[in-house]
């Protein structure tokens, strides 16, 4: 197999990990966010020297590639796209979105007619989400979708449905289903994105490092404190 560095910056946790052949070979976490821009620097430093120690070259980069926070993705995939440029190696985006469903199949044990709603926080009462069955297919792509007490009743009539990320404590205060299930503490991981890494570079699926841009889904909007406002009369 191949021996790849993955980078996990979509929400406030910032994640690195390196991976081999099925094996974790470096993890660290910070989960104390956001700190990206200090801490994603470093903690590759780290993972590159595991690396080096061992003899072994980078064969490949894993990025977040959203959606989520868009600083957090920018910082990220420039990390992620300078290494590949560098190197002179591929680069896999794994989708936000497609990871917490992964991990969520591979962390619980659901009943056959279960469905997974993946859930990041997207600022008031929006998340981005998608939804997924228990083997993994895709039922509904990514969206940013705002949420009330009806948002998912159809999936919640017809069975189980288990919200997991950063966005299920939000809708745990507005859903009342006795189907729905809340995995609140669970955040995209850069170890956890080896699975999907490494199908995705077993099948040579990568993206132009050149090109490449996160999935922010919606566009980032600058605001300004209105106490640095200067008017002038």
């Known amino acids: 197999m191949a021996l790849i560095l993955h980078i996990e910056t979509s929400t406030e946790v910032c994640s690195v990990a390196l991976s081999r052949d099925g094996d974790i070979l470096f993890s660290?976490?910070?989960?104390?966010?956001?700190s990206h821009a200090v801490l994603i620097g470093p903690f590759i430093d780290e993972a590159?020297?595991?690396?080096?120690?061992?003899?072994?070259?980078?064969?490949?980069?894993s990025v977040s590639s959203g959606p989520g926070s868009y600083t957090g993705?920018?910082?990220?995939?420039?990390?992620?796209?300078?290494?590949?440029?560098?190197?002179?190696?591929?680069?896999?985006?794994?989708?936000?979105?497609?990871?917490?469903?992964?991990?969520?199949?591979r962390i619980v044990g659901f009943p056959e007619n279960a469905l997974i709603r993946p859930v990041l926080d997207?600022?008031?009462?929006?998340?981005?989400?998608?939804?997924?069955?228990?083997?993994g297919s895709c039922i509904e792509p990514v969206n940013a979708l705002v949420v009330n007490e009806d948002s998912f009743n159809k999936e919640l009539n017809e069975g189980i449905l288990y919200f997991a990320g950063n966005g299920a404590q939000k809708l745990k205060?507005?859903?009342?289903?006795?189907?729905?299930r809340f995995i609140e503490d669970m955040s995209p991981m850069a170890e956890a994105m080896m699975p999907l890494a490494e199908k995705a570079f077993s099948e040579s699926r990568f993206v132009n490092v050149a090109y490449f841009e996160p999935f922010y889904l919606k566009e980032f909007i600058a605001t300004v404190s209105k106490k640095n406002i200067l008017t002038v009369n």
Not at 88 to 101: D, N
Not at 173 to 180: C, D, F, L, P
């Open 122 to 135: 997207a600022r008031r009462m929006e998340v981005y989400t998608g939804l997924f069955s228990i083997d």
């Open 173 to 180: 205060k507005v859903i009342n289903s006795e189907n729905a």
């Open 28 to 34: 660290k976490v910070e989960k104390e966010g956001p």
């Open 73 to 105: 993705l920018r910082i990220g995939v420039s990390f992620a796209k300078g290494i590949c440029f560098a190197l002179r190696i591929p680069l896999i985006a794994i989708p936000t979105i497609e990871l917490l469903a992964d991990m969520c199949i």
């Open 48 to 61: 590159l020297k595991v690396a080096e120690t061992a003899g072994l070259k980078l064969d490949a980069v």
